[in-house]
């Protein structure tokens, strides 16, 4: 099979939902991945940030391999022994109490928003009839089923399928004032990405992540914190919410929580798991134990990781902005540990600047059209951030030369040197 016949195969076979750039991958190892030609990329978007570990990590192979070979799946109707296990972890690592395991990132964020309703019904004292509102944020991502939908602050993607979820209302990004203006006794939860992803790589403020824990917790409502892109280590922390020091009522991860094999899971505590109650929620796969085996492997590793993602995310982000000082094409640099973006002046240039990386060889994304986004794998190293930040460096100076408005690289810039901007937290 090669890529153009797949191509012709998928065309006519598949729903037409992704606009795939035209590589087959064959196999990875570590920060690379080869295609069928065997061409060799250096993959910083990690799979949508769930590759942490990188490709083929050996002790991650030696569980799936294992486990594979004892017990993949018996259903949530009997235990074993893993969920349990990762529980544990996952509970030390955020100071919540309890864990429910699912496939994804959205049921994960489903899950969070059914809990939130149940609570409020369970505990619905304070003279509301009705105490069932949910503030997301405008610009926000949670995901593409109904309820993940009516949350995600996006006209491009709820517009279709409306009517969506009732009782939804959004908050502009960051506005405390317009949180305390909409806020009232009839919300149950707030819905926050801490580090907005799809969105652009967005930061919280601290002011407004306090004025939502604030108000919460004034009014018995919950703060619902999604992290399943900017969670479990990708800011240099476990949770992105410890770099506010806050902590939320729920929080939802999965992206590199099983290094790939689908697994999502919402924590919360122990006064919220009181509104749940065996058969009011569930699922089939999740949580099953191959999928939680592995988990356990991808936490064990990741701690060991997390040191490096917060030194050499500062150095990345460093190398960032001198591009920006030096490109006038660069109209934003942001982010934090591994999550970190780049922002330009036309959606041209930043789909000019990423096919200019894939023939090179160096994997990237592009969000909200102008925004290059870096999701690299948590392994890498820096001559890794330095190739990227010189093939970034020559594709906005030949883009810029096409517009006739840049110089070419200085040696300044590859040298490390020149002056720094303050990151953005847009
Ligand atoms: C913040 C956030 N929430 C929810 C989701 C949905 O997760 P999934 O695609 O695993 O269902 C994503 C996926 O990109 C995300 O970034």
Redesign the pocket.
Known sequence: MNLNSIMDAEKNLLLPTYDRQKVLFTRGKGVYLWDAKGKRYLDFLSG?GVNALGHAHPAVLKVIKDQAGKLIHTSNLFYHPYQSELAKRLTKMSGMDRAFFCN????A?EGALKLARAYARANNSNGHKAKWRLLALENS???RTFG?LSTTGQAKYRDPFMPLVPGVDFVAFNDGEDLKRQFDGSVCAVCI?TIQ??GGINLITQEFLQTARELTEKSDALLLL?E??CGLGRTGKYFAYQNYGIQPDIVTV??PLAAGLPL?ALLTTNRVATAMQPGLHGTTFGGGPLACAVAIEVLKQMDKLKGNVAKLGGYFLAKLQDLQAKHSSVKSVRGIGMMLAIELDSADLAKAVLADLLANGILINRTHDTVLRLLPPYIIEKKHVDEVVHALDAALASAGKSNNHEGPPSASLRAGKGPRRKAVAA
Request: charge should be negative; avoid cysteine; proline fraction near 0%.
């Open positions: 949508i994804s990132g959205t049921e964020w991502f949670h995901g993940a990405e992803g799809e999604d399943i892109q999965a992206k999502g």
